[in-house]
């Protein structure tokens, strides 16, 4: 094994293999980046060397080399943001919630603390990388462990709207640990009805519809779980007007954690890929959100969902006028409709250089405007 100083390790590092401490005990797992808490866990430990059969991953060369006569990829999140410190983050939420998820399947014991620790992390990321996480679950781009990484975006999506909605920090944990084991409830079903292409029969929609009791059973008598965990579990696909299930509450008897898992789950579910369907583009989702006509969703979280997200999502792909192309790199809460955005094209339609600066603030900039979003993967399918 390779030995490294512990006065040499820097936050954001990452190696090729997993990195160890002395005993053998896992600092960090292989192409997951070093965090300044690992850092600070070593000092105050006074282990002074770590040891891993890997190498430290020069990310700063491999982005140079993927972006080396590739103009291209600025239209594909993976291919740009593959090593980024962030994008590594969010795959490695996704990863150990997959985890905890194959134990629970397979019968073995799983403690809340699992999902506790998950919330932290999460919520740690969030604070440091919000625009990012957006961007990611639009992108939609991480192939596998599905019923994760819909549950992670849901996490993300309703940590945000909690947030927004200023909600105390006891209360946005217990909300992010119930988005994340809202669906868990799926892997008591079997693959023929969760992962069938085409529509359900009548039997198998009433079976999908018994998740959220399965989901308040694991929360409660599995992983003995808090009381607002499980009212998110076995609430979060009841509606506004009384018409949800499975106890057809209302209003707001249905638990504000709930509400928000609910809008943030239907956003989720309306961007990413099914079996059964393609993708809806953001702009499309925010505007089938924004005409629920209090039906579904508590219009004040939908309020709150719409501020942070913005009606052009970040890292929406949208068409300007000037025959320009951009993506939306932030958003405005008080101008939903002008947004920051960075252009991918000039006005005579040619790629520009990944690393031009090229962010207009459309708030400053009133030349440019909005015509309408465009579905990234067609526009990426047309250019290649």
Known sequence: MNA???TDLRPGQVFTEPVY????????????PLRQKDIDVLISWGIEIVKTEGTLVDLDKQAEDQQDGQKSVVFSISDVQENSVPYRSYKHLIERLNMVFTNLKSGEDVEMNALDNICVQLLQDLRDYPNNFVEY????????????????????????????LKLPNHKIHNIVAGALLHDVGMLRLSKGITEKKGGLSEAELEQIKSHPVHTSKIVTKEL?????????????????????????????????GARIVSVADAFEAMVSKKSYRNSLVGYQAIKNLMADNARRFDPAVIMAFTKIIGIYPIGSIVQMNGNIIARVVSVHSNA??????QMLTDGKGEALDPGQDAV???LVDKTLFIKHAIDPEEYAKKNQ
Do not use: C
Not at 21 to 32: M, S
Not at 225 to 234: D, S
Not at 238 to 255: F, H, L, N, T
């Open 4 to 6: 490294i100083n512990t």
């Open 21 to 32: 401490t002395e005993g053998k005990y896992l600092l960090v797992a292989a192409e997951v």
């Open 137 to 164: 679950i639009l992108g939609g781009e991480i192939i596998g462990n599905e019923l994760a990484k819909s549950s992670v975006n849901t996490a993300i999506l309703s940590a945000m709207t909690a947030q927004e």
């Open 224 to 256: 003995f779980g808090p009381h607002e965990v499980n009212l998110i579990a076995i609430q979060h696909h009841e509606r506004w007007d009384g018409q949800g299930y499975p106890d057809k509450i209302s209003g707001q008897d249905i638990d504000i």
């Open 336 to 341: 939903p409709m002008r947004p920051i955005i």
């Open 360 to 362: 207009v603030d459309l």
